[in-house]
């Protein structure tokens, strides 16, 4: 058994190079010593704060965000200790033997912008954009716009492929495929076991 080790530069650009990591758009630019950048999207999901009562995990609530798609040459702002949703320009295609975390940019964190509560991990075997959890902790609203370099997605390599990657039929991924900035499947009822059909 070999021990995870975290991807340099010049592998990441031979996986993407030969098919095996998906990253499109690609943008060699973007690449880091051993992380590449990752840009916002046009998608963003606002919350109904004027809604909610409260949030229990024993039975959450659906609909607790409204869609907000701005153009590409739009901002969206983010106030004080705001909460939203968005999404990465890029999609991404993790293959079954890679593990990937996508962390926050130490400047934009320094302006007190976060981007990931708690969800930086990103399984062997998903695909789709990454949905970002984003909070302006600063004083003063923060500006976003589309294309910002706002994220930098890491990988590690397995000790051997996924047994089950993200995406099996037994596993219930909720989230495999998205293309949207997409709202918690916190207590959705996962598939059955695949029949074989």
Known sequence: MQ????????TIRRLVAEGH?????????????????LRLGTSFRVFHNHRIQVIDLADPP?????????AADEPFVIHPNEFVLGRTEEHVAIPDDIVARIEGKSSLGRL??????TAGFVDPGFRGSLTLEITNFNSVPIVLRPGLPIAQLSFMTLDRPAERPY??????????????????RYGAVPPGPATGS
Do not use: F, K, N
């Open 21 to 37: 990591l998906g990253i499109d758009p690609w943008d060699d630019r973007l690449v880091q010593p051993a992380s590449v950048d």
């Open 167 to 184: 995406g099996h039929p037994d596993l219930g991924s909720h989230y495999h495929g998205q293309l949207e900035a997409t709202e918690s």
């Open 62 to 70: 659906t609909g607790l965000t409204e869609h907000v798609e701005v």
């Open 3 to 10: 021990p995870a080790s975290v991807l340099s530069d010049g």
């Open 112 to 117: 007190g912008l976060i981007v990931h509560a």
